[in-house]
């Protein structure tokens, strides 16, 4: 845990303005400087987040306080220092509802009605007419591929369906914050990719999507921009690599493919950054006579450059250079101190 | 195709249809709807085996009990009508009446005592504590509806299904006891009507508060309700009762028709006016307490 302990700390003294989402539109949700406990138990801790038009995935281990989080932002809980807002508007506040469109995880429904009637009586509740309503949940339903299956008791839904049934009454009023946790649960994989390519056209339309989830390689697909929670605290928020460079701490391992492998590891040694190389055994099913080296480098930046140098200098030939750690799996799990695994 | 609606959404609009929306899940409870109804079907019935099989008239069993006859017997014939004429006689007359019989037991013991309160408990308890125990209350909770708006919509909703089962149910009952029944149902329905609003308002706001409202719910009926009312205890502590006023209401009514009640020594009764100011006043300030502890209560997900 000493990695996570020093990387929470190097994190928490960024200023906000370094790791804010770069966009010049007001924040669509916005906290500042929010804690929540429960009794002895803290939830969010000193949370100050800005969120504007684009996705953002929210990751973190069970109990880091993502769902504390997102209640915060649907203005289920109140905060008990600092405030969110959105779109300026107190998110506890009724009319901050107007922006905001939620996806729980909960898998509560009225589960007498259809799915068509649930999604009705939802934008009924928004507060459009009967006409409006019935046109509305049609759309909703077309748009997340259920307009053929609504009929059906919600009794009688698979996971999948009942995740996109959530999905359409969260579209309904076309708010421009949705905040979806664990939306691609239960979802198949063809579902999967369909819903995706939703995420994406709601993102491309301006709307703000706060994306929680436990699927790190379906969230990688969609976007790179993560904010990383653990034990209740933003431990970074921005993109993959923006993470990934302020981990110096955590020297990142490269995988680079060449046909003088020996040449390239003593080159490599003299740089002060790389702090290990590794010649992996030859692999028989590789053409020719190309071996990977696995280089552990601090300071990414300054050690491709330094990288990409020698290999014109000395003339090398490089076929392969890939980082194998700056995936969201591995980043949370130099940030978490553990695996990643959410 | 993008459909945009031709009207604005309004949060008024919204609330309207929550009250609808409430009240057809209230009707969607089909238990508490079957219990209910059973409760009155049974009620119903034996009130009307009572009624023609042993009629409410209890003059002949209390004077024998009390052996009058047997005193006329060796006082001889001429001392008969001064102790037919006796207040004490005359009372015990009253007291077994039609009517004084079924008030009593039908009426005080029975409706008001246990089936109104347990109806009541039933529907307003269920307005919010269903939405509370299936967790499905988030889906009301990120609507665009202030939350006191949430709580009045579901006590709107709660309030024509309370009235409908208790006055309906009074009135069912009291019709299956033939005349008697009817003079009943004439003097205190106005009552009931009262109580119902008073208990409704306590049990939505119970639904409101505690995760449990059944279980709290009967604990209020069933020990503060009756210890407070049901019991013979002297005193104003009865006061803190909805039962009381209710009591004083039909006393009132009882009272108006020559009906005798409980003795006014350990029933001291507040007038029709202020008993109708109190149960009109405290549905209006508990739904209004309702109103501002729901609007100020964190309700999760997953809780």
């Not at chain 1, 009942?162 to 309904?172: G, W």
């Not at chain 2, 006191?148 to 709107?156: D, E, H, P, Q």
């Not at chain 2, 009906?259 to 300030?285: C, Y």
């Amino acid at each position: 845990m000493q990695n996570a302990d020093s990387i929470n700390k190097e994190l928490s003294s960024i200023p906000n303005s370094e790791i804010r989402i770069p966009n010049s539109a007001m924040p669509v949700l916005m906290f500042d400087q929010v804690t929540k406990w429960y009794g002895p138990v803290i939830g969010v801790n000193h949370v100050s987040l800005e969120l504007r038009p684009g996705i953002t995935g929210l990751v973190g281990a069970n109990g880091a306080g993502k769902s504390t989080l997102l209640r915060l932002a649907t203005g289920q809980l109140k905060p008990n220092i600092g405030s969110v807002a959105v779109q300026g508007v107190d998110a506890w506040n009724w009319q901050a509802k107007r922006h905001v469109g939620y996806c729980p995880d909960i898998d509560a429904f009225y589960e007498d009605m259809s799915g068509r009637q649930f999604v009705r009586s939802m934008a009924r509740l928004c507060g459009f007419s009967k006409a409006d309503a019935h046109a509305l949940t049609d759309q909703m339903l077309t748009r997340v591929g259920m307009a053929d299956r609504a009929d059906r008791r919600l009794r009688g839904y698979s996971k999948g369906m009942r995740q996109r049934i959530k999905l359409a009454q969260a579209l309904l009023h076309e708010p421009i914050l949705l905040i979806l946790d664990e939306p691609l649960s239960g979802i198949d994989p063809i579902g999967r990719q369909e819903m995706l390519d939703l995420f994406r056209e709601l993102a491309a339309q301006g709307k703000c999507l706060l994306i929680s989830s436990h699927e790190l390689e379906e969230l990688e697909k969609l976007t790179d921009q993560v904010t990383i929670m653990a034990r209740g605290r933003i431990a970074a928020v921005g993109t993959l690599t923006q993470i990934r460079d302020l981990l110096d701490d955590q020297p990142l391992t490269i995988r680079i493919d060449t046909d003088e492998p020996r040449s390239l590891a003593a080159l490599l040694v003299r740089s002060p950054d790389v702090v290990g190389v590794e010649l992996e055994p030859r692999v028989l099913y590789r053409e020719g006579n190309l071996q990977s080296l696995i280089v552990r480098a601090k300071n990414p930046k300054r050690f491709f450059r330094e990288v990409t140098r020698m290999v014109v200098d000395e003339n090398l030939n490089v076929s392969h250079l890939e980082a194998l750690d700056d995936s969201a799996h591995a980043i949370l799990g130099y940030l978490l101190g553990g695996s990643g695994k959410t | 195709m993008i459909v945009s609606p031709s009207i604005a959404p309004t949060p008024f609009r919204a609330w309207l249809y929550l009250i609808v929306f409430s009240f057809r899940q209230l009707a969607r409870l089909k238990q508490m709807v079957r219990i209910a109804v059973g409760l009155l079907v049974l009620t119903c019935m034996v009130t009307a085996l009572v009624t023609v099989r042993f009629g409410w008239d209890r003059t002949e069993q209390r004077i024998r009990r009390s052996h009058v006859r047997l005193v006329e017997f060796v006082a001889g014939g001429m001392a008969a009508p001064v102790i037919e004429s006796s207040p004490a006689v005359q009372l015990m007359k009253k007291e077994s009446a039609p009517l004084a019989v079924y008030s009593r037991w039908m009426v005080f013991f029975i409706f008001l005592g246990f089936l109104l309160p347990l109806w009541n408990l039933a529907f307003a308890t269920s307005a919010l504590g269903s939405d509370r125990e299936n967790r499905s209350l988030i889906w009301l909770m990120t609507r665009p509806i202030p939350r006191w708006g949430i709580y009045l919509a579901k006590f709107f909703a709660v309030l024509p299904w309370c009235i409908l089962l208790n006055l309906g149910g009074f009135a069912l009952i009291c019709l299956c006891s033939g005349r008697v029944g009817r003079e009943a149902l004439q003097l205190y329905w106005p009552a009931v009507l009262a109580a119902t609003l008073a208990f409704t308002a306590v049990f939505h706001m119970i639904a409101a508060l505690f995760p449990r409202p059944a279980i709290v719910g009967l604990l209020y009926a069933f020990f503060f309700e009756t210890i407070l009312s049901e019991l013979p205890v002297p005193g104003t502590v009865k006061r803190f009762s909805i039962n009381y006023y209710a009591r004083c209401l039909m006393y009132s009514a009882a009272g108006d028709s020559n009906v005798p009640v409980e003795s006014a020594s350990l029933f001291v009764p507040v007038s029709d006016r202020v008993a109708w100011l109190v149960l009109i006043g405290v549905t209006v300030v508990i739904t209004a307490a309702g109103m501002y502890l729901f609007s100020r209560t964190e309700y999760r997900d997953d809780a």
